[in-house]
């Protein structure tokens, strides 16, 4: 089992930069596929990014395309989504999510973004 802790967000303007870190610990962090998933108010939850074991494979939603990374650190057990060019749309709670056999869900961390 993991458990995961999203740290980061805050409120900032439109066309501002926002990183999210998302700490692990339990079950080795380097076993787990990592990912990143947001809600906002009214809507169901969106894919936001994902990425493979080593770092190496990324994924990305259509509407952060360009505008957000995701990276790991297998040594420091951490996710990071690093946020640029940020827009009101992209206000919702942020949630990590790691998966192995079973997926885990961080408690998120709210970004709000105003015009």
């Known amino acids: 089992q993991v458990q995961l802790v999203e740290s980061g967000g805050g409120l900032v303007q439109a066309g501002a930069s926002l990183r999210l870190s998302c700490a692990a610990s339990?079950?080795?962090?380097?076993?787990?596929?990592m990912a990143w998933f947001r809600q906002a108010p009214g809507k169901e939850r969106e894919f936001v990014a994902h990425i493979s074991r080593s770092g190496v494979t990324t994924i990305y939603g259509d509407s952060v395309k360009g505008r957000f990374t995701i990276s790991r650190d297998n040594a420091k057990n951490t996710v990071y989504l690093q946020m640029n060019s940020l827009k009101p749309e992209d206000t919702a709670i942020y949630y990590c999510k790691a998966r192995y056999s079973y997926s885990y869900w961080g408690q998120g961390t709210q970004v709000t973004v105003s015009s």
């Open positions: 339990g079950r080795a962090f380097s076993s787990y596929t």
